[in-house]
């Protein structure tokens, strides 16, 4: 089982550039290019490699600054969320890391930020060292939309990661959409999991199809009786029409076969909902899977009603790429 350092790193990352994250702008990015900050990947070292510029770094890296002021860039969020911990990595940055940094933030219905554009200020400057990761708790309910990252007075940092509850306005949307309730782009996040040794298992719910293994959720090889689960809870509550279970990329590895568990869960905490989906009623009963491909399932479900949580069984082990549940918004 994989163990974080970081409780709020179960949540989703609302930086990452697979949910569209991207810097809008940058002070200054001589050596690194600062969408490298907000790739998915672990940050790599290339011994012996140079580009124009100088050293080829995974991050983002700004020149050494040579008149007052400090590097920051503006980045807006793929989905918009509120924060429940930050990771400022300056992984492979020893001699070139910034001293501190800080976080900013500011909801906007629509548009990019401009000069009037009021920021608010939701990690005050905090000090960093070199080649290391900086977790920072936050308790803060309000979305964001977008983000201005500072750091003093220049450097380099290989990663950040902003994790929260991806929001939307449920008010805005049709009642009588069909969404995808499970996507992260919609609010979706996985809760627990029986094991993600290979793969965290929030990949699933990432928009677009599986880039490698990597990008999808897959246990250790199960050497006792059993199987292993994935729990997600909805963006919304809704009543489930169409479900699609993807193995792409796994084909000695994908799982034989999967069920899925449902409810409409009231009250109660994240850290309760293991124990409760044990008793959640069957929403898909099993079904074989085939390696590689995409299975889309509709006259098997279920009629539960609107549900709010879902349990992924996989049976016994393995990957799976994505996981979609559509149906239509309750109201």
């Known amino acids: 089982m994989r163990t974080y350092a970081a409780p709020f790193e179960k949540y989703v990352n609302l930086a990452d550039a697979r949910l569209g994250t991207r810097a809008l702008s940058v002070s200054d990015d001589w050596f690194a290019a600062v969408d490298r900050m907000l790739q998915p990947g672990e940050p790599v070292w290339k011994e012996g490699v140079y580009d124009d510029n100088g050293k080829w770094m995974d991050g983002w890296e700004s020149r050494r600054k040579r008149f007052e002021g400090y590097d920051h860039t ?28 800080s976080l900013e933030a500011c909801f906007l219905a629509e548009g990019d930020p ?39 007075p220049d450097g380099g940092v290989a990663r950040l990661r902003v994790y929260g509850i991806p929001y939307r306005d449920w008010s805005a949307i049709d009642s009588g959409e069909t969404l995808d309730l499970a996507a992260a782009l919609n609010g979706g996040r996985a809760l627990a ?12 719910l990432n928009p677009g199809r599986g880039e490698n293994m990597g ?34 990329h796994f084909k000695g590895n994908y799982p034989d ?49 609107p ?8 049976f016994p082990d393995g990957g799976v790429s994505r996981l979609r549940l559509f149906g239509k918004p309750a109201k």
């Open 74 to 101: 503006v980045i807006r969020l793929g989905v918009p969320g509120s924060i429940k911990g930050v990771d400022i990595d300056t992984r492979h940055f020893t001699g070139n890391y910034p001293p501190s940094a």
């Open 114 to 152: 401009t000069d009037a554009t009021e920021w608010t200020e939701v990690l005050p400057a905090v000090a960093l060292q070199g080649d290391s990761h900086h977790y920072h708790a936050l308790a803060d309910d309000r979305p964001w939309t977008h983000l201005r990252f500072n750091i003093y």
């Open 193 to 204: 999991c029986s094991d993600e040794h290979f793969g965290r298992m929030g990949n699933i």
């Open 215 to 248: 990008d999808g959720w897959e246990t250790a090889r199960r050497r006792t009786p059993g199987n292993d689960w994935v729990i997600v809870a909805l963006g919304h509550p809704g009543e489930i029409e169409r479900i699609v279970v993807d193995t792409l």
């Open 257 to 305: 076969s999967c069920s899925i568990q449902a409810a409409y869960v009231k009250g109660g905490t994240d850290a309760q909902i293991e124990t409760q989906s044990l008793f959640w009623r069957e929403l898909l009963p099993s079904q074989k899977l085939s390696m590689h491909q995409e299975h889309t399932f509709a006259e098997q479900i279920a009629r539960l009603g």
């Open 307 to 314: 549900i709010t949580h879902m349990r992924l069984n996989v």
